[in-house]
């Protein structure tokens, strides 16, 4: 699916006062209802590629969160991770989702943090089922953030911000795949126009801020992996591209380490985007989980 297709698709809701995209599909009929969570600095067409597929067997919900994609990018907001689990949580109740299961990656990760922490504290509003993450910054000291996100989340950043282009994203942004994997010219400009749609590129420096909130709430969003399966009965599942600089096989000796349990599938030679460069082994991992939990019929 083309990223004009992709928008021609979706809908909007407001939030907060701000307008927010969202893809769905299947959510009229009967069965399970799958939430995918994006990162930074794309957005809900980072699914694309395991759309179909899951729609075959699943009811889809897929948010561009606040500042990024084509929903609203306030320039003068302070973003957080509870406010983007109060979006999902807000749009799900509009959609009359009462249970989900979650796929999520990257910065997409922390918000399912938080929401797997309100359902162990018992105050979520949405009955989470099962948590798959695909990469990203699960543990703080884990992460190993680029040269581009430590200077936008310094003194520089609102410089960095303003004279971000084309040029300079898709040479950073490409770095992150695997060898083989990366994208196309045509995938990356579409990556792009996600980042650019309403000037987004200019609030890189805001929207960063995820990476100290990790630091500052790691010790519950850290407890909530280690809790989430022992007292709020929730499986989870770490699908790791070995090949990522950021969060690759780094964290997933981490995430072995301190997760009672761990269950993981390692795929060599993916890098930081699953999901866009190993879309059938992302789905061989996403339906072997939820077929393991009894979620879903052979």
């Given at each position: 699916m083309t990223l004009e297709e992709w928008r021609a698709a979706?809908?909007?809701?407001?939030?907060?006062?701000?307008?927010?995209?969202?893809?769905?599909?299947?959510?009229?009929?009967?069965?399970?209802?799958?939430?995918?969570?994006?990162?930074?600095?794309?957005?809900?067409?980072?699914?694309?590629?395991?759309?179909?597929?899951?729609?075959?067997?699943?009811?889809?919900?897929?948010?561009?969160?606040?500042?990024?994609?084509?929903?609203?990018?306030?320039?003068?907001?302070?973003?957080?991770?509870a406010e983007q689990a109060d979006l999902h949580e807000d749009l799900l109740g509009l959609l009359a989702v009462e249970r989900v299961h979650v796929l999520c990656h990257d910065y997409g990760d922390t918000v399912a943090q938080e929401l797997l922490a309100r359902a162990v504290e018992g105050s979520a509003r949405v009955r989470v089922q099962s948590v798959c993450f695909l990469n990203g910054g699960l543990f703080p000291e884990a992460h190993r953030a680029r040269r581009v996100q430590t200077l936008l989340a310094g003194p520089l950043g609102p410089l960095l911000s303003r004279l971000a282009n084309e040029r300079s994203f898709r040479r950073g942004f490409s770095a992150i795949f695997g060898p083989r994997t990366r994208p196309s010219e045509e995938e990356l400009h579409a990556f792009w126009q996600l980042v650019a749609h309403g000037g987004g590129q200019r609030i890189g420096h805001l929207l960063i801020r995820y990476m100290e909130e990790r630091r500052e709430q790691r010790e519950r969003w850290v407890g909530a992996l280690v809790d989430a399966t022992p007292k709020?009965?929730?499986?989870?599942?770490?699908?790791?591209?070995?090949?990522?600089?950021?969060?690759?096989?780094?964290?997933?000796?981490?995430?072995?380490?301190?997760?009672p349990a761990p269950d993981y599938v390692a795929l060599e030679g993916i890098g930081h985007y699953p999901q866009v460069e190993d879309p059938d082994g992302v789905l061989r991992a996403w339906l072997d989980f939820v077929r393991r939990h009894g979620f879903l019929d052979e």
């Open positions: 979706g809908g909007t809701f407001r939030f907060r006062g701000h307008r927010i995209f969202y893809a769905g599909e299947g959510l009229g009929r009967a069965g399970e209802a799958l939430l995918l969570i994006h990162g930074f600095p794309t957005a809900s067409w980072d699914w694309h590629r395991v759309w179909s597929a899951l729609a075959e067997r699943f009811r889809l919900v897929a948010p561009d969160m606040l500042g990024f994609g084509f929903s609203d990018k306030p320039r003068n907001h302070v973003y957080a991770i709020a009965g929730i499986p989870l599942r770490f699908v790791n591209g070995l090949a990522d600089p950021v969060s690759g096989a780094h964290m997933l000796t981490r995430y072995r380490a301190v997760v």
